[in-house]
């Protein structure tokens, strides 16, 4: 691409970083901005630094959150006693969606990976192990991704707590084999939470 400004060729340049986008499609919307009001890219930078400084990781259960514990883990309503073990805060927002789960959640940053170099200690597990030891969790939901990834980080916590002697289950495939969370429309995630099936069950299938 041959610009005629060396201004437009950065902003080009740091728009097309983001996932998705190429260079054609970061012009496009490097000029759309050039067109509106200038409080309009003002707004945008603002609202992106905001988030990339302010934004927090709540301490209880690893979601993003504005607050140190946040509005799930916050609200008295919620039961602390049943935890549901997601990937990332997609698989939260996915399952809230839902309105069918009344429990808390757990978010572990990822799952096990060993082509991707992604080992236990990296994901948020050793802190589920520690609030499974505290005896606050009564009941695990295991809400994975059913890829071999997820299959495997679910056997791997559920070898760690297993002595524990909670209710664990994991949500119910009527999300195909292989989807991720996210993808999947509300009624059939909703129903998988509802008609969970016991986790020993799971591996024995
Ligand atoms: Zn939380």
């Given at each position: 691409m041959d610009f005629s400004s060396k201004l437009l060729e950065n902003a080009v340049n740091e728009v097309s970083?983001?996932?998705?986008?190429g260079k054609r499609t970061a012009l496009r919307l490097v000029l759309y901005l050039l067109r509106q009001p200038a409080e309009h890219t003002q707004y945008l930078s603002e609202a992106l630094l905001h988030f990339r400084n302010d934004v927090k990781t709540c301490e209880n259960c690893h979601n993003i959150s504005d607050t140190t514990l946040c509005e799930i883990c916050n609200n008295s309503k919620r039961n602390p006693e049943i935890v549901c073990v997601v990937e990332d805060i997609r698989d939260v927002m996915a399952i809230e969606s839902t309105a069918q789960f009344n429990g808390v959640y757990h978010v572990l940053g990822g799952k096990i990976s060993p082509i991707e170099g992604i080992?236990?200690?990296?994901?948020?597990i050793d802190s589920l192990v520690e609030k499974v030891e505290k005896g606050v969790v009564k009941e695990i939901i295991f809400a994975l991704s059913s890829t071999m990834e997820g299959d495997t980080t679910n056997f791997y916590i559920f070898k760690q707590i297993e002595k524990y002697k909670l209710i664990t289950s994991t949500i119910a495939r009527g999300i195909s084999v292989g989807d991720e969370l996210e993808y999947a429309d509300e009624v059939t995630l909703g129903r998988s939470i509802v008609n969970r099936i016991p986790f020993e069950q799971s591996i024995k299938s």
């Open positions: 970083r983001l996932p998705g986008i080992g236990p200690q990296k994901l948020q």
